[in-house]
């Protein structure tokens, strides 16, 4: 019922910011909690920062540190990592997902295909 797409990943230096942008199809767009996930070489899958269906509950991982903003517009479809003072760690493959339990299930509903970012020193 929902299909995302990333874009606005990129090689940017350290210090830098990007802005993510998660583009959902499907009308049960606006039910779901949004996040944002990453995967670095060589290193698991991670929680990035999650949105409920409303915006009014968010989380961030404690490496965000608040240069990541996470952010979602339900009238476009889309949900945002706004990403400042970038560090070469922050380097991986970063994935928009979906799910409609707001994320308290061990399973995801919906992964979008990744998009990457990469940091340099």
């Known amino acids: 019922q929902v299909q995302l797409v990333e874009s606005g990943g990129g090689l940017v230096q350290a210090g830098g910011s990007l802005r993510l942008s998660c583009a959902a199809s499907?009308?049960?767009?606006?039910?779901?909690?949004m996040g944002w996930f990453r995967q670095a070489p060589g290193k698991e899958r991670e929680f990035v920062a999650t949105?409920?269906?409303?915006?009014?509950?968010?989380n961030y991982a404690g490496f965000v540190k608040g240069r990541f903003t996470i952010s979602r517009d339900n009238a476009k479809n889309t949900v945002y990592l706004q990403m400042n003072n970038l560090k070469p760690e922050d380097t991986a493959v970063y994935y928009c997902a979906a799910d409609s339990s707001g994320f308290a299930g061990r399973i995801t509903d919906y992964w979008g295909q990744g998009t990457q970012v990469t940091v340099s020193s």
């Open positions: 949105i409920s269906w409303s915006g009014g509950r968010i």
């Open positions: 499907g009308r049960t767009f606006s039910s779901y909690a």
